[in-house]
Structure formats: structure tokens, C-alpha cells
């Protein structure tokens, strides 16, 4: 997945410019104009942070355009050139930065990022920011296993910690109030796992007792609004990027 996503970061345009149509740290040297090279530098903690800055690097001042995606998730963009807005385009687009452009320019994409739910099977509830989709962090053990068939040895992942959890109804409505975003630390080479997810998001949630595992895996998830939990007292869980976990709880019953 990692070279494709890396292959469609940049494209040329048939309008002689630049189109940046995802988003992640790169650099891509691309002819403009008449032929002339430009060389932009990305840098961004996206899609973990909402803003994407590109430095223009280009040997003379060149009258070109520069094409960036606003995507569907977010209501309204915000696009700088030099410190100054240039535009505030809606969701759902690509836009279009024609100027003549000179060394070092900076433009700088801002993607305000909110907390949404979405719903799925049985009337469960999913957790979305931005672009990503959120899980709940459950603390794993691994281990080794002997096998004697023709594919041999093998590992596997068991939860360590509380994995039948469903959010409350109240939260779930109260969206902006009830689901706290947290930076945990610096963006790392490597962030796409339990250890090193650089954001959490922190709302409260109750176990399901009648909710365990069938086969091994989670069974057949309860159907939505759970009633008879309401005395039961709620607790804090922890939700991560769904890329940065192995075991997955990502469509959560809702409780009343």
C-alpha cells in the first residue's frame, strides 16, 4: 500500500502546473510552464494534524497553477500563501492557486478536523476525525505458536485488557461536548501502532457483560440502544487510529 499511496501524491497537470491530491511529508520536482523545473517540499503531521505546508523551490519566478484536494470530510478549508488567506474553499474539491510564483514561497492548507459518528451494523456507532476512523485501544500479548501443517509457525495476538465496550447514547448525541481529542506525543517514523499512536481520543463507555468471544473472536455485536445497563457506572476508554491497532473494536454498540 505504501509505494501507491506514495505514487499518487503529486501529478502534473494538463494545465501546465501542480496538483497535490493526498496529503503526507514529501518533495516532488515537477516541470511547469514552459518546461521549467519546480521543486515543492511538503511537510505535514497530516493525517494525524490538520495543516500542510509546501515551500515552493524554483530557480525564476514562473506563472503557473497549483491544484490542491479539499476532501469530503471537511466543511470548510483554509488556504495561506505567504501568511495571507488566499481562500476558504468548501468541502468535496479541487481548487486552484493560479499566480506567478517566486522562491520560497509558502503556502499552508488548513483542514479543520472534527469528531463525527458514524453508523453500522445493528445500529452501531463508528468514530471518525477527520480522515481517519478511530478503534478502541486494547492492550495485546503475543505469543508463539507451533504449527505442524505446511505453513508452520506462527504468531498470535490475545487482548490483554477490556474489549466489550459500548458508548453512551448521551455521548453519542452530544458529540462535540462528550469526545475529547488528545495529542499523546510527537508524530514518529513509524506511528501506525499501539505504542506510538501520536493522538487518542477519550470518551466514556460501559462494558457489555452478555458481549464476549465466539470462536475466539469477538460474537455477534449486541444491537443498539442497550437498555438495561443503566445503572451500571460508565468509565473512561481510550479510542486510537484504527491503522495503530492489531486488535479491532471500531463499530461500538450504544448504550442508554
Known sequence: GWPKLIQNLW????????AALLYAPSEATIKVANGNKVRIIEETEY??????KFTVRLDKEEL????????AW????????NGKTWMQPKSNQVVK???SWKNNDVVELVLPMRTRISRWFNNSAGVERGPLVYALKINEQWKNVDSSDRFGAYREVHPQSAWNYGLLNAAVRNVDSAFQFVKIKPV????????DAPVAIKVKGKTIPEWTLYNETAGPIPY?????LRDQPAEEITLIPYGCTTLRISQFPVIE
Open 74 to 81: 471537511c466543511d470548510s478549508a483554509v488556504i495561506k500563501v
Open 47 to 52: 493525517p494525524f494534524g490538520n495543516t500542510v
Open 97 to 99: 492557486l493560479h499566480r
Open 11 to 18: 501529478y502534473a497537470t494538463e494545465d501546465n502546473g501542480v
Open 224 to 228: 443498539s440502544n442497550i437498555r438495561y
Open 188 to 195: 514518529s517514523n513509524n506511528p501506525w501502532n499501539l505504542q
Open 64 to 71: 503557473f497553477p497549483f491544484h490542491l484536494r479539499i476532501p
